[in-house]
């Protein structure tokens, strides 16, 4: 016989299992496989296990330091086991990584779990290639761009040739799909009166983000996401926002900066030294470091030239596209799209210009004086 005990918790009603002496299992209420492992006779009861596992709980959830483990016996297969007592090594919040570049092209290094470097581990794991974004490149990949971890939106500048293919070959490319996604939860949501309506309204807002979310990348890569979203209720949302909002971050950095409470997450600031060979004042997408005083980012040093010279192409194409809608200068549009990785092309750059001139002509002559 198995006994249980019911917590409830921020992230929702959790249930404890023990075999009377020590944990055998943990399950959010509602998720994939709750209870498996339990036999059909079971009992709840208050034991001292429980207690210690609620008390390691409270603590975890108050970011308060940890007490120790109860005793744990956890029900699974000898791999299963293993993989459980790997994750025993690992300490509590000490993971630490270093992301550098420019929004939607950025690198990953120094990786560290408890100060220990797991930089290369983690690049040399095949699973690594198998179950996260690294799914769209290879080892070869990440080790010519300096054996760093890749944000996803490089594989458009590194598989180019294949990604615009599937762009190509698709029904429906990204924007489109997503237009058509917007499209009918507008018709939805114009049916519904709120807020008389508004879980109805929010079932709606999930589940069409859902539909963008799991088919993240599949138009351009031919292959879907390992993680498929489920969308949450309006109760589950506000007990989980921190897993659930996309915004949340946001919400830690302005705690941070008014009330003390020093974080660290990546931003878009002035890069300020922080990466050498390129300007103070060019914008970076970097680990920052985030204190009442504002944010700061790391001092990342030298990087790998072959992505120094991708960032500078990048930040090349931007000047000129400031200088072409500021100045009305349709050479320097074209410049900084032949120069750009995605176009890089004469004949193609005149074209887009002549249609961006042409397209928002109105936007481009606002800067000039009467």
Same mark, same amino acid.
């Given at each position: 016989m198995w006994m249980i005990f019911h917590k409830p918790s921020p992230v929702g009603m959790l249930t404890l299992s023990s075999d009377g002496a020590a944990l055998t *299992? @943990?399950?959010?209420? *509602?998720?994939?496989?709750f209870g498996v492992g339990l036999s059909d006779t079971v009992k709840e009861n208050d034991l001292p296990v429980f207690e210690q596992a609620s008390?390691?709980?409270?603590?975890?959830?108050?970011?308060?330091? @940890?007490?120790?483990?109860?005793?744990?016996?956890?029900?699974?297969?000898?791999?299963r086991q293993a993989v459980w007592r790997l994750l025993l090594e690992i300490p509590y919040g000490t993971l630490d990584i270093e992301c550098y570049g420019l929004n939607h092209l950025s690198w990953f290094r120094n990786a560290k779990?408890?100060? %220990?470097?797991?930089?290369?581990? @983690?690049?040399?794991?095949?699973?690594?290639?198998?179950? $996260?974004?690294? #799914?769209?490149?290879? %080892?070869?990949?990440? #080790?010519?761009?300096?054996?760093?971890?890749l944000n996803e939106y490089l594989y458009f500048y590194y598989r180019r040739v294949k990604s615009l293919s599937m762009i190509q070959k698709a029904d429906h490319p990204r924007g489109e799909m997503i237009y058509l996604i917007n499209r009918e939860l507008e018709e939805q949501l114009a049916r519904l009166e709120l807020p008389r309506d508004f879980e109805q309204a929010f079932s709606l807002y999930m589940t069409a983000?859902?539909?963008r979310e799991n088919a993240y990348f599949s138009v351009e890569s031919g292959a879907c996401r390992e993680k498929v979203w489920n969308p949450p209720t309006v109760e589950e949302f506000r007990r989980r926002m921190?897993?659930?909002?996309?915004?949340?971050?946001?919400?830690?950095?302005?705690?941070?900066?008014?009330?003390?409470?020093?974080? %660290?997450?990546? @931003? $878009?600031?002035?890069?300020?030294?922080?990466?050498?060979?390129? %300007?103070?004042?060019?914008?970076?997408?970097?680990?920052?470091?985030? #204190?009442?005083d504002g944010a700061h980012p790391v001092r990342i040093g030298a990087i790998d030239e072959f992505q120094l010279q991708q960032i500078k192409r990048l930040k090349y194409f931007e000047r000129c596209t400031i200088q072409a809608i500021l100045e009305d200068d349709r050479d320097a549009a074209v410049k900084g799209l032949a120069l750009h990785p995605l176009v890089n092309d004469f004949e193609l750059a005149e074209t887009l210009t002549d249609i961006f001139f042409d397209k928002y002509a109105e936007f481009i002559h606002m800067n000039e004086t009467p």
């Open positions: *299992g @943990l399950w959010l209420d *509602g998720q994939k496989y008390a390691w709980l409270d603590a975890y959830f108050a970011k308060a330091p @940890l007490p120790a483990l109860p005793p744990l016996a956890p029900q699974g297969s000898p791999f779990v408890n100060g %220990r470097d797991v930089q290369r581990e @983690l690049l040399d794991n095949p699973r690594t290639y198998e179950h $996260s974004e690294m #799914r769209l490149f290879t %080892r070869e990949m990440a #080790r010519i761009s300096g054996d760093c971890m983000y859902g539909k921190e897993e659930f909002s996309r915004h949340y971050p946001y919400l830690v950095c302005c705690r941070a900066i008014t009330d003390g409470e020093n974080c %660290r997450m990546v @931003l $878009s600031v002035p890069n300020n030294g922080a990466i050498d060979g390129l %300007r103070d004042d060019d914008v970076v997408e970097i680990t920052c470091d985030i #204190r009442s």
